[in-house]
């Protein structure tokens, strides 16, 4: 069974810098992987999707790296502003045919301003 | 593009009673609805997987007589839960996977509907 793990469960800095969120799964074959956004009681917003194949994706101040071998992404935000706090999820969807995505926890981020 | 939509944004009901969710695709057709759930500083967890015309997949553990799933139409899914106890509060989110092609399946979610049982 997949397990998805995000570290850290939660991060705390000040505006501007640059920081990385980390996550791992335990099952190599996967088919994609999405990074999402939550902001407090509200739905989910995609922010990067990367194909197996792929090694990274970038939009704007977002860059998302895969390394499906080791099972791991990371993704990397720039100058960090306080409109990025929010909580980052990391989903993974199987390889095996299995449409549905599993998520981590998510890493609740504070971007103090 | 590539909207989704959940009605209700929130629901209060009494234990017993039954709720239903609606979820639609706006602006595309998605042959595939997910449904997850997700408690309070948990992560989303899948419930089912929807496909138009068909029966929906439920995943181990959810039981498929009280959380009810239609998927009539490309746009609509729905998902009713019966006879509501109070551990059925939760946030209920949906998403839909557009059916044509050069979009990777992404997955794209609805906002969710908080659920609260009394």
């Known amino acids: 069974k997949q397990e998805v793990t995000q570290i850290p469960a939660a991060l705390s800095v000040p505006e501007g810098e640059n920081l990385v969120l980390n996550c791992s799964f335990t099952d190599s074959a996967i088919y994609n992987l999405q990074w999402f956004r939550q902001d407090p009681g509200k739905g989910l917003t995609s922010l990067l999707l990367i194909q197996s194949s792929q090694r990274e994706q970038t939009s704007g101040r977002l860059n998302a790296s895969l390394d499906k071998s080791s099972g791991r992404s990371t993704l990397y935000i720039a100058a960090s502003q306080p409109g990025d706090s929010a909580t980052y999820l990391c989903?993974?969807?199987?390889?095996?045919?299995?449409?549905?995505?599993?998520f981590g926890k998510g890493t609740h981020l504070i971007i103090q301003p | 593009g590539a909207v989704v939509s959940q009605h209700p944004s929130w629901v209060i009901c009494k234990s017993g009673t039954s709720v239903k969710i609606e979820c639609r695709s706006l602006d595309f057709q998605a042959t595939t609805m997910f449904w997850y759930r997700q408690f309070p500083k948990q992560s989303l967890m899948l419930m089912a997987t929807s496909n138009e015309g068909s029966k929906a997949t439920y995943e181990q553990g959810v039981e498929k007589d009280k959380f009810l799933i239609n998927h009539a139409s490309l746009t609509l899914s729905t998902l009713t839960v019966t006879s509501a106890h109070p551990e059925d509060s939760s946030f209920y989110i949906c998403s839909a996977r557009y059916s044509g092609s050069g979009s990777y399946n992404e997955q794209f979610f609805g906002p969710g509907t908080r659920l609260t049982v009394l």
């Open positions: 989903a993974v969807r199987g390889g095996g045919g299995a449409d549905g995505l599993t």
